[in-house]
């Protein structure tokens, strides 16, 4: 299936039908922005953050993992920056009552007709954009227009704009801030409480444990921290399903290096990122680019970022981002708590504060770009020889929430005592199993299609004789025959090598 026909609704909607991922609370009318993974969305979930894991931290002497608790000293968002600045800008549409990220709004601007008024979108595909501006210009191209931030635009010039909802020009109002942070407060009573934040990224627990694992470790810097976590962030505009979520994920890993390092890590660890999603994931490279910050929207802590985007159906957005953060944190921790975040070289004496490449990716957006990578609708010859369109996830085995499907032919004993052995037998073997017995073996297969079991066995009466089962591979449909006590070994070859 082309990109361009998938839609975020055939993802939601097979998330929802197949038990990947549900609304949050539904049945109070859901909270908005929170979801719930099913059985086999949290398997999906799971072998994301295992891959990680196993790549970052397993495969490498050089990082080691921690888990640090999400509510921390109040103080260490003083010192990040967060309490000051982490805030987004928004505007509201005082016709549509709508609320957009200042950020994200895209202003169409002709360069010379001054009767005109400037159009306002966010992620909106470009056959739309042409229409409005089309029929609101009386057919002016659009390659006519500049197309700029909707900041760039000079306050006086602002009542021109019509906002993306709208239809007449001036109903934004000016940006406000909004901290993203969630307020909780530490403490059983009220009114002796202190107000304290839930994370909005892992990243600060491992600078602040920085000293504690270095020493504890062992570790000689470069090395680097990883950790998995739950961020919260009270986000404002929030659509495209899992992608912008309130509570999600993180995969963070900090690289603590010597000052004079830093460009050169900096590559190293944005070649390596890339790997994982090619290599361990499986994602094509013609779906994921490069996307520097520009020099003057870089944080106030960053040398240099870059973020790792994906081709999602409603546009490329970033799944992850590589940040030169030089010294700030280790330096702000430093000035905040009193205590000395430097190190002292074991072998040079040298003494200085670590310099910080930061790889930090989303958990959720990854399932989201894992799903949307892997959907694809193929044609084939139904039950009946009518031509039926059958949905797959083609998901690479890494990552696909079961690896293999045992179907026996009929639901006769003599064929379900035997399969069902062989299936706790590929169970106990460390393979991703399930067992199924409903239905058309057509059916059946297809059932697996849509939940990209990579692997279908079927156990037939042959199987009875010949002690050999057939295997079914999911994006080909090409079957083999193999005996049973092999098929163990054979599926988890087939996947090594995929
Ligand atoms: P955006 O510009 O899309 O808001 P960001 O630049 O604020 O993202 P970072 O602070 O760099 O994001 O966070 C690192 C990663 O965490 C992102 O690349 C993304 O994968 C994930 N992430 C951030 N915010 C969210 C969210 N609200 N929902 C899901 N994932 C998120």
Not at 203 to 218: C, D, G, L, M, P
Not at 240 to 255: K, L, N, P, V
Not at 427 to 450: A, H
């Amino acid at each position: 299936m082309t990109e361009q026909t998938l839609t975020l609704d055939q993802i939601v909607s097979l998330s929802k039908r197949r038990g990947f991922i549900f609304q949050s609370s539904e049945i109070y009318g859901g909270l908005g922005a929170c979801w719930d993974y099913g059985p086999l969305g949290v398997e999906l979930k799971n072998n994301i953050k295992n891959r990680w894991w196993e790549y970052m931290v397993h495969s490498r002497e050089n990082v080691v993992g921690m888990d640090g608790s999400i509510l921390m000293h109040p103080e260490i968002w003083v010192a990040s920056g967060h309490v000051a600045g982490f805030h987004d800008p928004m505007v509201d549409c005082k016709e549509s009552k709508k609320r957009y990220r200042e950020d994200h709004l895209l202003v169409y601007k002709h360069p010379v007709k001054e009767d005109l008024p400037f159009f306002a979108f966010v992620e909106t595909a470009p056959e739309e954009v042409e229409k409005k501006i089309k029929k609101a210009t009386k057919g002016t191209p659009i390659e006519d227009f500049n197309v700029v931030s909707l900041s760039s635009i000079p306050v006086d010039e602002r009542g021109r704009v019509i906002g993306p909802d709208a239809a007449e020009p001036g109903t934004l109002t000016e940006p406000r801030q909004f901290n993203l942070m969630f307020k909780t407060q530490l403490g059983a009573l009220e009114g002796q409480t202190n107000d304290i934040y839930l994370r909005p990224e892992t990243a600060q627990a491992i600078f602040v444990n920085f000293k504690n694992i270095q020493q504890t470790s062992r570790q000689r810097v470069p090395f680097g921290i990883a950790q998995i976590g739950k961020a919260f962030r009270n986000e404002i505009v929030t659509k495209a399903f899992i992608f912008r979520s309130r509570e999600f994920e993180q995969m963070e890993m900090q690289f603590f290096i010597p000052p004079t390092e830093d460009d050169q890590w900096y590559e190293t660890w944005k070649a390596e990122r890339f790997r994982y999603y090619t290599d361990i994931l499986g994602i094509k490279k013609e779906s994921l680019a490069w996307e520097p910050h520009p020099e003057d929207k870089l944080a106030h802590y960053a040398k240099a970022a870059v973020d790792i985007t994906f081709k999602y159906p409603f546009g490329w957005q970033e799944i992850e981002g590589i940040h030169n953060r030089g010294d700030f944190d280790l330096s702000q921790h430093a000035e905040h708590s009193g205590k000395d975040m430097s190190y002292r070289d074991p072998v040079s004496n040298e003494t200085y504060v670590p310099k910080v490449i930061e790889t930090s990716a989303g958990v959720d957006r990854s399932v989201l770009m894992a799903l949307c990578a892997a959907y694809s609708e193929m044609e084939e010859e139904g039950d009946g020889h009518k031509r039926e369109t059958r949905s797959v996830l083609q998901f690479h085995p890494n990552i696909s929430p079961l690896s293999v499907a045992i179907l026996p032919l009929s639901k006769k004993d003599e064929l379900v005592g035997p399969s069902r052995k062989l299936e706790q037998a590929l169970r106990s073997d460390g393979l991703r199993s399930t067992y199924d017995v409903t239905g058309s073996i057509g059916k059946r297969y297809r059932r697996q299609d849509e939940i990209g079991t990579p692997f279908c066995i079927t156990y037939d009466f042959d199987s009875l004789a010949d002690q050999a089962v057939t295997i079914r591979h999911r994006d080909t449909m090409e079957q083999e025959r193999v005996a049973i006590d092999r098929v163990g070994e054979v599926v988890k070859e087939k996947i090594r090598n995929w």
